[in-house]
């Protein structure tokens, strides 16, 4: 018997006679037995039971109020306890987007663990990504050529659902007038109508300049709101993508999906979350970003499921030198002869 194994003593909750037993640790264990032998009793109201009772004992007192307190199984004693999570046995459908880490809940905390207390790494030069200043951002737009026509923005909504009434008229009582919404320049003025049920990406147009004419007092004023309103994140929107330099285009082919709304001509500037080696921006972590059932965490390949579906031309066109009605496509059944030359 090993140091790690879990030690029940006198386990008699409801139908068990004072059962002792010693499970492995590490192992996949089966319990087997007629109807009505403690299988149950002793997986569920038993080892469960007892280790999701030590584990909101170890809670404080303000937290195991919001806590339903189980009851302590009737039972000697148990060593070697860890916290533990049960899965009942029920019907969770077909959805393929349903997993054990779901269906427990367990993904939501590794979700926000990651988001919050994970260190990203920049994917080209592999050192920690960290905070950039003001002044660093400014130097960036600087580097833009002369005469670049080029709007600031500051991101106020990601991927969120609603309509967002009273957010454009809080800007325009700030003084704003326009925004970029879905990817479209409007004026707050307008009566802009947003479907609530559809995530849609906001974008406040902070300033309108051009690399020659906007002073370097102008431009940080700019950035400085920018950052201010965008929670420390904004979005340089070059007018033409080709005057954009090297170091600001995104490292291979941008998709034309993007759940962070940026555009063609876009560059992230983040004064939280950069890499000043290689003078990168980042979206900053969010518990969304690890969830494959959301759109800014989801791979657009599959979206989200694992797997790609897709076909073989050269099995779906029998002969591609005939054209569709003399046959290149092979017809199967009761419709064998539909459209075919006679």
């Keep these: 018997m090993a140091a ?58 303000f937290a195991r109020q919001f806590v339903g307190q189980m009851p302590k199984p009737d039972v000697d004693s148990i060593e070697g306890l860890s916290p533990s999570i049960s899965i009942s046995q029920k019907t969770s459908g077909q959805n393929p987007r349903s997993t054990v880490g779901t269906i427990t809940e367990i993904y939501d905390y590794l979700r926000v663990l990651y988001a919050r207390t994970g260190i990203g790494y920049c994917p080209s030069c592999d050192r920690p990504i960290t905070a950039q200043t003001r002044e660093q951002i400014i130097a960036r737009v600087e ?29 325009l009582k700030q003084g704003f007038v326009r925004a970029r919404v879905d990817g479209e320049i409007v004026r707050l003025t307008d009566d802009l109508q947003l479907d609530r049920q559809m995530r849609h990406n906001v974008e406040v147009v902070v300033d309108r300049l051009m690399r020659e004419d906007a002073s370097h007092a102008r431009l940080a004023e700019a950035v ?50 950069a890499c000043t080696h290689c003078n990168k921006s980042f979206a900053p972590p969010t518990p969304q970003m690890f969830s494959f059932n959301s759109p800014q965490g989801m791979c657009f390949e599959c979206d989200g499921l694992g797997e790609v579906y897709t076909f073989d031309p050269d099995r779906l066109a029998a002969d591609p030198t005939k054209s569709f009605k003399q046959g290149c496509l092979e017809l199967i059944g009761r419709w064998s002869d539909l459209g075919r030359w006679k």
């Design 4 to 61: 790690s194994d879990l030690i029940i003593k006198g386990a008699r909750e409801h139908n068990l006679r004072s059962v002792d037993l010693v499970l492995p640790r590490n192992q996949l264990i089966c319990l087997t037995g007629v109807s009505g032998s403690g299988k149950s009793s002793l997986a569920f109201d038993t080892v469960f039971a007892e280790g999701q009772r030590r584990y909101v004992e170890s809670l404080s007192s």
């Design 224 to 273: 400085e709101l920018a950052l201010k309103l965008g929670q420390g994140d904004l979005i340089l929107a070059c007018e033409d993508p080709e005057a954009l330099p090297e170091e600001f285009r995104p490292s291979g082919k941008r998709r034309k999906r993007s759940a962070a709304g940026l555009q063609e001509g876009d560059v992230r500037l983040s004064a939280h979350y």
């Design 143 to 171: 580097m833009l050529p002369e005469k670049t026509r080029y709007m600031i923005l500051a991101p106020v909504v990601r991927q969120q659902k609603g309509e967002y009434r009273d957010l454009f008229e809080d800007l």
